[in-house]
């Protein structure tokens, strides 16, 4: 079996499972999702070194080559969802187009502000989502009508042309913030949002909401340091079987993640209350009982 059908498998079963009584998953209606991305170090073979390339060092190129993936989070239960794989060459803003029609209708995105644009920004509101997404420090957003939180209108563009002529604009609301007595905080943060109505969310909840996006920083460390273990690199020596490892990984993050969902939910607590790092070794226990069932006692089980 190739790699495909497993990526198959991940992209058919691999879903946002937040219910409403699920703690911590929602804003106000909004269902919360994060985008970002990441690399994983693969074994140092010829096919690995062809397939996914190698980041460059301070002296020469690193030790081991590199994949890179883009994911989207359910915040609420550290599911990620939607992923994308490539070439470490590939950049994470690429990845993310074809990460981005995995997001739908009632769901409010966040992401950092190397995924603002507006290609990224309309082929996602094109998905169905509301998004709420830091601007990059040079992007260029009139105020067009200061709301009464402090937040103003302003009009997107795909272009200085379209600027000028004021065509193929979209609506967005822009939110100026700063964060006082934070150390090492920027003078000033500024995010931009799809949410148009103050009253339906204000800025300063926004703002405070924003940082949630830090819960997929979460989920990605779970899936490369707690999930692999002591595994630092993905073993597999062909790209092909990097591939289906990677995919492998994921399901059983989404897995993982499933069970603790449902625990959480047992118990009415928040999922970020529970240790994924018990959830593995729970996992790993009960394995290690299953594989233990020879074959023969296995069909007599099931």
């Known amino acids: 079996m190739g790699w495909e059908p497993l990526r198959e498998l991940h992209d058919q079963i691999v879903q946002p ?6 703690r911590g998953a929602w804003y106000r209606r909004w269902r919360l999702v994060s985008l970002d991305g990441s690399t994983l170090d693969v074994a140092d073979e010829k096919s690995n070194v062809q397939a996914f390339g190698r980041p460059g060092a301070s002296r020469g ?24 794989m490539g070439a470490y060459r590939t950049g994470e803003t690429t990845l993310a187009k074809s990460v981005l029609p995995a997001l739908r209708a009632g769901m409010l ?11 990224c920004w309309k082929q996602a509101r094109a998905a169905g989502a509301d998004l709420l997404w830091r601007l990059k420090t040079n992007a260029r957003l009139a105020c067009e009508k200061r709301l009464a939180d402090g937040s103003y209108l302003s009009t997107l563009y795909p272009s200085d042309k379209d600027r000028r002529h004021r065509t193929q604009g979209i609506a967005v609301r822009v939110i100026e ?16 949002t799809s949410l148009l109505d103050a009253k339906q969310a204000p800025a300063e909840e926004l703002a405070a909401l924003y940082h949630e996006r830090w819960e997929i920083e979460t989920a990605l460390d779970e899936l490369k340091t707690h999930l692999r273990g002591a595994k630092i690199v993905l073993r597999s020596k062909t790209a092909d079987l ?15 993640r499933g069970l603790m969902h449902e625990a959480a939910l047992t118990a009415k607590e928040d999922p970020d209350r529970l240790s994924f790092v018990h959830a593995v070794r729970v996992v790993r226990r009960k394995l290690a009982t299953f594989l233990a069932i020879p074959p023969s006692a296995e069909e007599k089980v099931s």
Do not use: K, W
């Open 177 to 192: 913030y700063r964060l006082q007595g934070i150390a090492g905080a920027e003078p000033i943060y500024r995010l931009v």
């Open 242 to 256: 990097v591939r289906q490892e990677f995919y492998g990984l994921m399901l059983a993050h989404f897995a993982i």
């Open 17 to 22: 499972i937040a219910l409403p009584a699920t």
């Open 109 to 119: 995105c966040l992401a950092d502000r190397q995924f603002f644009g507006f290609e």
């Open 61 to 84: 190129a690193s030790a081991f080559p590199q994949l890179r993936f883009v994911s989207l989070v359910e915040n609420g239960t550290h599911v990620l969802f939607g992923t994308q």
